[in-house]
Protein backbone atom coordinates (compact mmCIF):
# COMPACT_ATOMS: atom_id res chain seq x y z
CA UNK A 1 0.00 0.00 0.00
CA UNK A 2 1.33 3.41 -0.93
CA UNK A 3 0.48 6.06 1.64
CA UNK A 4 -0.31 9.16 -0.16
CA UNK A 5 -2.17 11.20 2.41
CA UNK A 6 -3.20 11.91 6.24
CA UNK A 7 -6.32 9.65 6.13
CA UNK A 8 -4.33 6.58 4.14
CA UNK A 9 -1.07 7.32 6.84
CA UNK A 10 -4.14 6.78 9.96
CA UNK A 11 -5.33 3.77 8.33
CA UNK A 12 -1.51 2.83 8.30
CA UNK A 13 -1.06 3.35 11.36
CA UNK A 14 -4.41 1.84 12.79
CA UNK A 15 -3.65 -1.19 10.80
CA UNK A 16 -0.32 -1.52 12.36
CA UNK A 17 -1.59 -1.24 16.05
CA UNK A 18 -4.79 -3.48 15.90
CA UNK A 19 -1.93 -5.97 14.85
CA UNK A 20 0.53 -5.33 17.35
CA UNK A 21 -2.19 -5.54 20.01
CA UNK A 22 -3.70 -9.17 18.69
CA UNK A 23 -0.01 -10.22 19.30
CA UNK A 24 0.21 -8.47 22.42
CA UNK A 25 -2.50 -10.39 23.60
CA UNK A 26 -0.69 -14.09 23.42
CA UNK A 27 2.19 -12.19 24.87
CA UNK A 28 0.44 -11.00 27.97
CA UNK A 29 -0.78 -14.78 28.68
CA UNK A 30 2.84 -16.14 28.08
CA UNK A 31 3.88 -12.98 30.42
CA UNK A 32 1.36 -13.89 32.96
CA UNK A 33 2.36 -17.36 33.22
CA UNK A 34 6.05 -16.96 33.34
CA UNK A 35 5.20 -15.19 36.55
CA UNK A 36 5.37 -16.67 40.19
CA UNK A 37 4.72 -13.67 41.71
CA UNK A 38 1.10 -13.19 42.13
CA UNK A 39 0.47 -9.51 42.25
CA UNK A 40 2.66 -8.69 38.82
CA UNK A 41 0.56 -11.93 37.34
CA UNK A 42 -2.90 -10.47 38.04
CA UNK A 43 -1.32 -7.70 36.67
CA UNK A 44 -0.77 -8.99 33.65
CA UNK A 45 -3.69 -10.69 33.66
CA UNK A 46 -5.79 -7.60 33.93
CA UNK A 47 -3.75 -5.72 31.00
CA UNK A 48 -4.70 -8.37 29.35
CA UNK A 49 -8.49 -8.25 29.25
CA UNK A 50 -7.29 -4.02 28.98
CA UNK A 51 -5.80 -5.19 25.82
CA UNK A 52 -9.06 -6.90 24.76
CA UNK A 53 -11.01 -3.65 25.46
CA UNK A 54 -8.36 -1.74 23.18
CA UNK A 55 -8.81 -3.91 20.29
CA UNK A 56 -12.62 -3.76 20.94
CA UNK A 57 -12.02 0.32 20.55
CA UNK A 58 -10.16 -0.32 17.46
CA UNK A 59 -12.94 -2.33 15.98
CA UNK A 60 -15.25 0.92 16.16
CA UNK A 61 -12.35 3.47 14.98
CA UNK A 62 -12.83 1.19 12.00
CA UNK A 63 -16.28 0.93 11.82
CA UNK A 64 -16.42 4.54 11.99
CA UNK A 65 -13.98 4.38 8.74
CA UNK A 66 -16.32 1.35 7.05
CA UNK A 67 -13.82 -0.37 6.94
CA UNK A 68 -13.89 -4.02 8.11
CA UNK A 69 -10.77 -4.57 10.75
CA UNK A 70 -7.11 -4.92 8.95
CA UNK A 71 -4.01 -5.86 10.32
CA UNK A 72 -0.46 -4.44 8.99
CA UNK A 73 2.72 -6.33 10.57
CA UNK A 74 4.19 -4.03 13.24
CA UNK A 75 7.61 -4.99 13.11
CA UNK A 76 8.44 -3.13 16.52
CA UNK A 77 6.46 -5.75 18.59
CA UNK A 78 7.26 -8.77 16.67
CA UNK A 79 10.63 -6.92 17.59
CA UNK A 80 9.90 -7.18 21.00
CA UNK A 81 7.91 -10.27 21.15
CA UNK A 82 10.69 -12.13 19.50
CA UNK A 83 13.26 -10.15 21.74
CA UNK A 84 11.50 -12.02 24.45
CA UNK A 85 11.35 -15.35 23.16
CA UNK A 86 14.99 -15.77 22.79
CA UNK A 87 16.06 -14.40 26.18
CA UNK A 88 13.82 -17.12 27.57
CA UNK A 89 14.72 -19.38 25.11
CA UNK A 90 18.10 -19.39 25.16
CA UNK A 91 19.01 -17.44 28.53
CA UNK A 92 16.84 -20.10 30.66
CA UNK A 93 17.01 -17.64 33.69
CA UNK A 94 16.48 -18.18 36.98
CA UNK A 95 12.88 -17.27 37.94
CA UNK A 96 13.59 -13.94 39.82
CA UNK A 97 15.43 -12.63 36.65
CA UNK A 98 12.52 -14.17 34.15
CA UNK A 99 10.29 -11.58 36.15
CA UNK A 100 12.20 -8.81 35.98
CA UNK A 101 12.61 -9.37 32.45
CA UNK A 102 8.95 -9.94 31.81
CA UNK A 103 8.70 -6.23 33.64
CA UNK A 104 11.23 -4.62 31.80
CA UNK A 105 9.47 -6.41 28.15
CA UNK A 106 6.08 -5.04 29.30
CA UNK A 107 7.71 -1.65 29.96
CA UNK A 108 9.08 -1.62 26.53
CA UNK A 109 5.92 -2.79 24.65
CA UNK A 110 3.93 -0.08 26.95
CA UNK A 111 6.33 2.78 25.18
CA UNK A 112 5.47 1.51 22.20
CA UNK A 113 1.76 1.42 22.29
CA UNK A 114 2.14 4.75 23.94
CA UNK A 115 3.79 6.39 20.89
CA UNK A 116 1.73 4.73 18.28
CA UNK A 117 -1.94 5.74 20.23
CA UNK A 118 -0.32 9.07 20.87
CA UNK A 119 0.15 9.73 17.09
CA UNK A 120 -2.85 8.17 15.83
CA UNK A 121 -5.11 10.21 18.50
CA UNK A 122 -3.25 13.42 17.21
CA UNK A 123 -3.92 12.47 13.57
CA UNK A 124 -7.72 11.44 14.28
CA UNK A 125 -8.07 15.10 15.98
CA UNK A 126 -6.48 16.57 12.90
CA UNK A 127 -8.53 14.78 10.07
CA UNK A 128 -11.68 16.10 12.52
CA UNK A 129 -12.11 12.41 13.70
CA UNK A 130 -13.77 13.95 17.36
CA UNK A 131 -15.52 10.51 18.26
CA UNK A 132 -12.35 7.90 16.64
CA UNK A 133 -9.67 10.36 18.57
CA UNK A 134 -11.36 9.96 21.91
CA UNK A 135 -11.55 6.18 21.80
CA UNK A 136 -7.93 6.32 20.88
CA UNK A 137 -7.10 9.01 23.59
CA UNK A 138 -9.13 6.39 26.14
CA UNK A 139 -6.47 3.42 24.59
CA UNK A 140 -3.37 5.98 25.04
CA UNK A 141 -4.23 6.38 28.63
CA UNK A 142 -4.60 3.19 29.76
CA UNK A 143 -1.54 2.51 28.20
CA UNK A 144 -0.16 5.15 30.20
CA UNK A 145 -1.43 3.83 33.37
CA UNK A 146 -0.68 0.09 32.67
CA UNK A 147 3.17 1.89 31.80
CA UNK A 148 3.32 3.56 35.36
CA UNK A 149 2.09 0.14 37.14
CA UNK A 150 4.97 -1.68 35.47
CA UNK A 151 7.54 0.89 36.19
CA UNK A 152 6.02 0.87 40.01
CA UNK A 153 6.90 -3.18 39.87
CA UNK A 154 10.25 -2.80 38.55
CA UNK A 155 11.19 0.07 40.78
CA UNK A 156 10.21 -1.79 43.80
CA UNK A 157 11.45 -5.66 42.81
CA UNK A 158 13.26 -6.73 45.47
CA UNK A 159 17.08 -7.43 43.47
CA UNK A 160 18.68 -8.79 46.31
CA UNK A 161 16.87 -11.72 45.04
CA UNK A 162 18.23 -11.51 41.11
CA UNK A 163 21.50 -10.55 43.14
CA UNK A 164 21.29 -13.57 45.18
CA UNK A 165 20.12 -16.14 42.34
CA UNK A 166 23.20 -15.00 40.53
CA UNK A 167 25.51 -16.11 43.44
CA UNK A 168 24.01 -19.38 43.64
Not at 54 to 71: A, G
Amino acid sequence: MTVTNLKELFVHGLEDIYYAEEELLDALQDLENQTDEDEIAEAFAAHHEETQGHIDRLDEVFQMLDMEPETEECEGIEGLINEHKTFVEEEDPEQEVLTLHNLIAGQKTEHYEIAAYGNLALLADRLGMDDAGDLLHENLEEEQEALEKLSGFVDDYDYDKVIEAAAD
